[in-house]
């Protein structure tokens, strides 16, 4: 039976700032361990005379004075199942400690399995099931101007390691979309299939980090503004690549060959021959609780692709670019800037983006609360008929997770600012947040884009207003436990003039519960 349609958002938003405000017990104060030294002069009877002591022998230890344990550290927190949004990245080799350096977990015992005395196993997977409800999303021109459905995400993964030497990933996906009456996106259905399958070499011996990445294989590199798995998608993004990468104490560096796959409902994937994506990607760690990263991304595209200037033909974009990340006390921050040059269909391509993001945490006020804000610019085309396009090409982006959740705007021809709060009303439990966007156009003769980097409207005389509108995006997640989370989530956009002049003008919504199991 269908979804009952959600009528009403102000409801929506409502049960959302409710579910927020659920009061839970704070947990009661924790106490020193160490036992407290009773100071001289209590009245207590005076210790008798010590006999001399021997001189400790060779070797042997000398006892801690009281001080000293005061000084040392406290016991270290036990570890415990961490998963990540790149699963193959995940170690259990924590469970081959002492059993009690570890909490335990159902699911120990297909972590981490001893094979043979080389050879490891690790199984792995996740439920997620996310309903949504939309309303506008085309800002009316859509025949069916709302719509309700369910998506469903199933993996499961086995990883085979031969020591340090040799690792074999592979995980499998199954994901349906269910009650959806708009024509169906790509990224939401993939009916069992290869998600990834690579293996791991080291090339010089266990010992030098050196590792040759073969397969179909998930990237992701800096913030994700370029390159993502997308874990938002029901099926996430993935290539059939060649990776060689290394990881030094002070240094990261990736360098790769890769085609992206192209997802197929009812059929095996298969990559896309007519794209090609190779680069490097290199991190510098050296500077305490700081990232600095140089990149270089370049694609060959013969699909004969139109580009904004309205020509079709092949496209040859490089991207250099160069990432800076950090936290200072309360401070954190992140700045990007990237430019791009090429051809595409006989035009010149000349274009960049930078972007900005900080905030501070009020780590001793109560729910810990952290308001920051961010700014994105990515240049558009000022002429179509000039022989030069100055879109930026967004590449591979997590653009929801910078450009308000509804995936109206991307990261071309487009100026956002933001504003963000967040919480912790239950801590490392349940996080609240709104984020403001303002959007606006760079370029009034280009188009508006959307997080996929499809062309959307476009007022070729240029005479239309650059003002989008604005978005709110609410969320409120309950990590439940270390496997199960629960996010719900409002988003609203107030359209501006460049929409009213250029079609249609209603509203959008969306209104979404997500629940996740990993293990």
Same mark, same amino acid.
């Given at each position: 039976?269908?979804? $009952? ?51 400790p022998a060779p070797g042997d230890k000398p006892a801690q004075t009281v001080e000293e344990k005061a000084a040392a550290p406290s016991t270290p927190p036990k570890a415990k199942p961490k998963f990540l949004d790149l699963r193959y990245d995940e170690d259990f080799s924590y469970l081959d400690g002492d059993p009690e350096s570890?909490?335990?977990?159902? @699911? ?17 997977? &996740?439920? $997620?099931?996310?309903? !949504? ?18 998506? @469903? ?77 997308? &874990? ?16 030094? !104490? ?22 896309? !021959? ?121 590449? @591979? ?123």
């Open positions: 039976m269908r979804s $009952r349609q959600i009528r009403n958002t102000g409801m929506g938003f409502l049960f959302l700032m409710t579910v927020a405000e659920v009061a839970v017990p704070a947990p009661p104060p924790k106490t020193s361990d160490e036992t407290p030294v009773k100071p001289a002069g209590d009245g207590a009877p005076p210790a008798a005379a010590s006999p001399p002591t021997q001189p570890y909490e335990k977990d159902f @699911f120990d015992p297909i972590k981490n399995v001893h094979l043979s005395d080389d050879w490891r196993l690790t199984l792995g997977g &996740e439920v $997620r099931f996310r309903m !949504e409800a939309e309303t506008n999303k085309t800002f009316g021109t859509a025949e069916r101007a709302q719509d309700t459905f369910t998506l @469903f995400r199933y993996f499961l993964h086995a990883d085979f390691k031969y020591r340090k030497l040799l690792r074999v990933f592979v995980q499998g996906v199954a994901a349906f979309d269910e009650d959806r009456d708009l024509p169906r996106r790509a990224i939401d259905e993939n009916r069992w299939d290869l998600h990834q399958m690579f293996f791991d070499l080291r090339l010089f011996g266990e010992q030098q980090p050196w590792t040759l990445r073969v397969g179909r294989q998930e990237l992701r590199y800096g913030a994700e503004r370029l390159v993502s798995p997308l &874990e938002w998608a029901t099926v996430r993004r993935r290539f059939d690549a060649v990776k060689l990468f290394a990881k030094y !104490e002070k240094w990261d560096i990736d360098l790769w060959y890769a085609k992206p796959v192209i997802v197929q409902r009812k059929q095996h994937d298969r990559y896309d !021959e007519d794209h090609d994506f190779y680069g490097a990607y290199v991190t510098y760690k050296g500077i305490p609780r700081h990232a600095l990263d140089f990149y270089f991304f370049a694609t060959d595209d013969t699909g004969n692709r139109v580009n904004p200037n309205g020509n079709a033909g092949d496209r040859s974009i490089y991207t250099l670019g160069s990432r800076f990340s950090g936290k200072t006390g309360a401070w954190d921050y992140d700045a990007e800037l990237a430019g791009q040059w090429g051809h595409w269909a006989g035009d010149t391509v000349q274009a960049w983006s930078w972007s900005l993001d900080g905030g501070y945490t009020f780590e001793k006020c109560p729910w810990k609360p952290r308001i920051g804000s961010g700014f994105d610019w990515a240049s558009g085309d000022e002429d179509p008929f000039d022989g030069k396009v100055g879109t930026f090409d967004q590449l @591979f982006p997590l653009g929801h997770k910078y450009l308000g959740f509804l995936d109206l705007i991307g990261r071309q021809n487009t100026t956002v600012v933001n504003v963000n709060l967040a919480a912790w009303p239950v801590e490392k439990k349940v996080r609240t947040a709104i984020a403001y966007h303002a959007f606006w156009l760079n370029a009034n003769r280009d188009a508006v884009y959307d997080a996929g980097g499809a062309a959307g409207r476009r007022d070729a005389t240029g005479l239309s207003d650059t003002e989008l509108g604005e978005e709110v995006d609410i969320t409120v997640l309950w990590q439940i436990d270390v496997h199960s989370s629960l996010l719900l989530g409002w988003s609203h956009f107030w359209h501006n003039e460049f929409v009213e002049q250029t079609g249609p003008s209603q509203d959008p919504d969306l209104f979404y519960v997500q629940y996740a199991f990993k293990f």
